[in-house]
């Protein structure tokens, strides 16, 4: 079993559509949970991150932790042909110094005009 | 502000030939730097980290090897590329813990 599971999608939505995109894991020793976004043949760029358990909002994007089912997810809202990129999820330890993430394969997501 | 240099964007190499990938940071001291490898459909597979100079852990066995010989540079070599060195390469790097990882722009390789 991989301590990251991420369905690699392609998820097709129509622009204006709430996207939800979703990783569970298998290692509850997990203390902060990322998201990241990257656009075809860029590197990815950190969306969002928590180390609770609940919800987490900036703009169109709420991040949501359930840590006790170790599930957690991306939602977009009105979602735009711009987002139209891969969501990978990450996760890791507070560890002093030094912290090792542990990546999800990601969800290709196309938003369509 | 912290940014990142990755070069050459793009790299097509011939199978033995030798591989030098180069990574630098600004803005920031004694950041733990990380190279990626991402194939597609396969995730990220972390290659080397480094805590410090001439600090570096491997994760992955192979014909790659990597070196810091400065604070803020990160360089990734092979002597003698395969096919299956072809992929996406992402240098990274971290201050701390919790805050998550910047990536780099990436250089894309092709072994022919």
């Known amino acids: 079993q991989k301590e990251v599971e991420q369905d690699p999608g392609p998820l097709s939505v129509p622009e204006g559509a709430i996207v939800s995109l979703n990783c569970t894991y298998s290692?509850?020793?997990?203390?902060?949970f990322m998201w990241y976004r990257q656009y075809s043949r860029k590197g990815p760029e950190l969306l969002m991150y928590?180390?609770?358990?609940g919800n987490k909002e900036d703009g169109r994007f709420t991040a949501q932790v359930d840590k006790s089912s170790k599930y957690i997810s991306l939602f977009i809202r009105d979602s735009q042909p711009s987002d139209s990129a891969t969501y990978l999820c990450?996760?890791?330890?507070?560890?002093?110094?030094?912290?090792?993430?542990?990546f999800g394969t990601g969800t290709r997501l196309l938003v369509s005009p | 502000s912290q940014t990142i240099h990755q070069w050459p964007a793009t790299l097509v190499q011939p199978v033995g030939s030798p591989l030098s990938l180069e990574c630098t940071v600004e803005?920031?001291?004694?950041?733990?730097l990380y190279w990626y490898r991402q194939a597609a459909g396969r995730g990220l597979q972390l290659l080397f980290y480094?805590?410090?100079?001439?600090?570096i852990s491997s994760e992955v066995p192979q014909n790659l090897s990597a070196s810091r010989p400065q604070d803020r540079q990160f360089i990734l070599s092979s002597k003698k590329l395969l096919l299956s060195d072809s992929g996406f390469y992402l240098c990274?790097?971290?201050?701390?813990?919790?805050?998550?990882?910047?990536f780099g722009s990436g250089t894309r390789l092709t072994v022919v």
């Open positions: 990274a790097w971290s201050v701390g813990t919790g805050h998550g990882y910047t």
């Open positions: 290692n509850s020793a997990f203390q902060y």
């Open positions: 928590t180390y609770s358990s």
């Open positions: 990450a996760m890791g330890f507070m560890n002093t110094g030094f912290q090792k993430l542990v």
């Open positions: 803005g920031t001291s004694n950041p733990n």
């Open positions: 480094s805590i410090g100079i001439d600090q």
